[in-house]
């Protein structure tokens, strides 16, 4: 007679896994799939420099965020139709609602796009409809955030923010992202301004590969309500504790942090630390098509490689996650009771 043991932290999983959740840090350019590059590369006659999908995927080993970005913008030029983003859109929707997810803000870099000849009339209004119909037949919220390509200057940056105007109801914020070192905060202070006067929120990428000087500055230079990443906020101790104090969230992706070398692999990976320290912790996937997961895989790889996180730990993650949205109170109260009742029913005390 066999027996099966299953893992002991399989229940804990499952329940993570089926848990309502939200998405706060994910690119959209960086949910293209090889499979829909080569589809979208077809339909507009552009060779791509790999023989098929297994090629390209296989292409997915980097060094850092540079070796990265030079494959996810290259990506973007198979993004040319409204169609296109639709379908990339949509395609996001439903994989995100498969792992629990009730709410996504997407990060765009419309840069990417108008800089080859694709304007903002072309992907706004179809990724509205994307959200619109993941709102009517996912039960999915989705906000949108247009990032600002840090490697480009702030006059551009305006420009982006500007263009974008006439579609002010199809995104809710700005953001920064892009190459970090040698691009500090204080570069965009005034886009942010003009953010903050226009009454968008903000958030900013600091502390991934740039130092936890970076992450201050973005509190202080540019007013952001959440750091993206902000892992290197655990190197200074006044930083990481005023991250505390202040309840900053951090949307930590993991399945990122290694792939791109912040750490060497995940049972390194600080997160643990960060919740000990108090800090407002959040989980998602940053560029899922790229890193090798989407935001349950990345609440997998983590508590796998860290058997010392338990429910309690779980739970947090999750509900700070939902705390941390952009989303109107009430809905989120709605959120945190689905979650609630999810982790009673999952046989799971909520943390005192
Ligand atoms: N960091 C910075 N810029 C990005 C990233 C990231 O992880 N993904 C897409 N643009
Ligand atoms: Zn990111």
Not at 26 to 42: D, I, K, N, V
Not at 99 to 119: C, K, L, N, W, Y
Not at 206 to 231: K, N, Q, S, T
Not at 272 to 292: K, Q
Request: with cysteine; net charge negative.
């Amino acid at each position: 007679m066999s027996t099966i043991t299953e893992a002991p932290d399989a229940a804990l999983l499952a329940a993570v896994r089926t848990a309502p959740k939200a998405e706060l840090h994910l690119h959209l350019e960086g949910t293209l799939e090889p499979e829909m590059a080569f589809a979208l590369a077809q339909r507009h006659g552009v060779a791509l420099r790999w023989p098929d999908a297994q090629a390209l995927r296989a292409a997915y080993a980097f060094d850092d965020l540079q070796a990265f970005l030079d494959l996810y913008y290259a990506g973007c030029d198979v993004l040319r139709s409204a169609d296109d983003f639709f379908e990339l859109a949509w395609a996001y929707c439903r994989r995100a609602a498969a792992d629990g997810v009730v709410r996504a803000e997407v990060f765009i870099d419309p840069q990417s796009h108008t800089a080859r000849g694709v304007d903002f009339a072309v992907f706004m209004p179809a990724l509205a409809r994307a959200a619109q119909r993941a709102r009517d037949e996912l039960d999915l919220s989705v906000d949108y955030i247009v990032c600002a390509l840090r490697h480009l200057s702030e006059d551009d940056a305006l420009a982006m923010l500007e263009a974008s105007r006439p579609w002010a109801e199809h995104y809710i914020g700005v953001g920064l992202d892009s190459s970090e070192r040698g691009h500090p905060p204080g570069k965009f202070t005034r886009l942010f301004a003009r953010a903050g006067e226009l009454g968008l929120r903000r958030v900013a990428h600091a502390g991934e590969e740039g130092p936890a000087a970076y992450v201050a500055e973005a509190l202080d230079a540019l007013g952001v309500e959440r750091i993206d990443h902000g892992v290197r906020a655990l190197d200074d101790a006044a930083v990481l504790e005023r991250l505390a104090r202040e309840r900053v969230p951090l949307t930590v992706c993991p399945l990122s942090n290694v792939r791109l070398r912040v750490y060497p692999d995940m049972a390194a990976h600080r997160l643990p630390e960060l919740l000990r320290a108090g800090i407002v912790a959040t989980v998602h996937s940053d560029d899922p098509a790229y890193f090798g997961g989407y935001v349950n895989d990345n609440y997998t790889a983590l508590f796998e490689a860290h058997p010392q996180l338990g429910a309690d730990d779980a739970y947090r993650l999750l509900r700070n996650g939902l705390q941390a949205s952009f989303a109107p109170t009430a809905q989120v109260e709605r959120w945190i009771a689905r979650l609630d009742a999810h982790w009673r029913r999952c046989g799971y005390a909520l943390p005192a």
